[in-house]
């Protein structure tokens, strides 16, 4: 239990479904983040939240749009994707960090499997 | 190209074994993290090296941060069932506070 939940941990939708991948940290931290695990690739930074405002966006396509309602809660919505999006979405948390330049711990959840029809 | 080459990509050992994974990159970070990634759950911390040359320890895992501050090793003493998993490394860079992951070992310890 890392202080990180994610639901759903499995999803599988059409090209024209609209979902949304939900995550909270129970670790009183200010920094949010969606990143993209596929197969042989190296895990993909989405997006960065730090106190609720966005701070990332790595050029991500629009039909995921990212929702950061308070400190403790992130949203992934979901809409028209392609079978290429499938993969493990991870959301992942960390303190405010005093040093510029030296990450902090990031706290992951276990992911959300998504499979696109 | 990749900013993080690690290797072996893949690594299957019997119980018992020593062995060492790679980090290599031609870049300095300005610091290193290694993950562990168990099947089914998010990556796990395992330690963050800043210094050139720094050696951490942890229980039969030894890290090592190169003294130019581009690549970095993990060993295992003696692997157990318990470490199969995805060893991923993490870099910054310069003044960046974002991570920057490799693609990973992934290592079976077979009992």
């Known amino acids: ?117 | 190209t990749q900013l993080l080459e690690q290797s072996p990509q893949f690594l299957s050992i019997q119980e018992g074994e020593n062995l060492t994974v790679y980090c290599n990159s031609s870049s300095v970070f300005s610091s290193l993290q290694w993950y562990r990634q168990e099947p089914g759950e998010g990556p796990v911390l395992l330690v963050t090296v800043v210094t050139g040359g720094e050696v951490k320890k942890l229980k039969r895992l030894t890290f090592q941060f190169g003294d130019a501050r581009k690549d970095s090793s993990l060993h295992i003493t003696a692997a157990q069932p318990g470490d199969t998993g995805l060893y991923l490394c993490a870099v910054t860079q310069g003044g960046s506070e974002k991570l920057v992951f490799g693609k990973g070992t992934k290592l079976t310890v077979n009992p």
Request: glycine content about 6%; hydrophobic content about 30%; charged content about 20%.
């Open chain 1, 1 to 117: 239990e890392t202080g990180v939940t994610q639901t759903p941990r499995h999803l599988v939708m059409g090209m024209t479904n609209k979902k949304s991948l939900k995550c909270e940290q129970h670790l009183g931290h200010n920094a949010m983040y969606w990143y993209k695990q596929s197969a042989k690739k190296p895990l993909e930074l989405m997006f960065v939240y730090n106190f609720k405002e966005q701070t990332e966006n790595n050029s991500v396509p629009s039909r995921f749009s990212p929702e950061c309602p308070n400190s403790s809660h992130l949203f992934l919505h979901l809409h028209t994707l392609q079978p290429e999006d499938s993969a493990l979405y991870l959301c992942a948390s960390s303190q405010d960090r005093a040093d510029p330049g030296r990450a902090g711990e990031l706290f992951f959840g276990e992911g959300s499997r998504l499979t696109v029809l």
